[in-house]
Nanobody, 123 residues
Framework: QVQWVESGGGLVQPGGSLRLSCAASGIVFSRNAMGWYRQAPGKQRELLAAVTSDGDTHYAESVKGRFTISKDSAKHMVYLQMSSLKPEDTAVYYC?????????????????WGQGTQVTVSS
């Protein structure tokens, strides 16, 4: 069974930075893309950043240039470096993974989700 444990969230001022970490188990990094998602209150969960099995990265327009996704396959870890944070980045952040679908820019992610980590951007 695939499991995800996210950490690293917190309260940060606008313009600040945070680094999120995700420990994954039960998924083969060499065959799957990994992604970071977020869900703000009253909104649908959205894919923010993905790193494919080959190491290619893809970003939502809302975070491009501010967020960087990376992975350590040997440690089964996925990271999200966030900078220039804005109040609208406030959300619960999750990681997940699965087959990358290039044409639609989406991951066929697993059905299981972790608890996520709360990021609050506020002065």
């Amino acid at each position: 069974q695939v499991q995800w444990v996210e950490s690293g969230g917190g309260l940060v001022q606008p313009g600040g930075s945070l680094r999120l970490s995700c420990a994954a188990s039960g998924i083969v990094f060499s065959r799957n893309a990994m992604g970071w998602y977020r869900q703000a209150p009253g909104k649908q969960r959205e894919l923010l950043a993905a790193v494919t099995s080959d190491g290619d990265t893809h970003y939502a327009e809302s975070v491009k240039g501010r967020f960087t996704i990376s992975k350590d396959s040997a440690k089964h870890m996925v990271y999200l470096q966030m900078s220039s944070l804005k109040p609208e980045d406030t959300a619960v952040y999750y990681c997940n993974g699965g087959t990358w679908h290039e044409q639609i820019g989406a991951i066929a992610h697993s059905d299981s989700w972790g608890q996520g980590t709360q990021v609050t951007v506020s002065s």
